[in-house]
């Protein structure tokens, strides 16, 4: 009984982080250079 009541646990603990990782806010550590202005050479046909 207790081997199932730690599985649920487990698996309700798996499903929560998830659901917080995907639906809380922004980690990303993107440095705040602004829009950078497209150097590349232009495509012509």
Same mark, same amino acid.
Request: aromatic content about 12%.
């Given at each position: 009984?207790? @081997?199932?009541?730690?599985?649920? %646990? &487990? #698996? ?5 982080? %998830? %659901? #917080? ?7 990303? @550590?993107?440095?705040?250079?602004? #829009? ?5 050479? #232009?495509? &012509?046909?």
């Amino acid at each position: 009984m207790r @081997a199932i009541s730690n599985l649920i %646990a &487990s #698996v309700t603990r798996y499903i929560t982080e %998830a %659901a #917080v990782r995907i639906f809380g806010p922004n980690d990303d @550590a993107y440095p705040n250079i602004g #829009v950078q202005p497209y150097t590349g050479d #232009v495509y &012509s046909e």
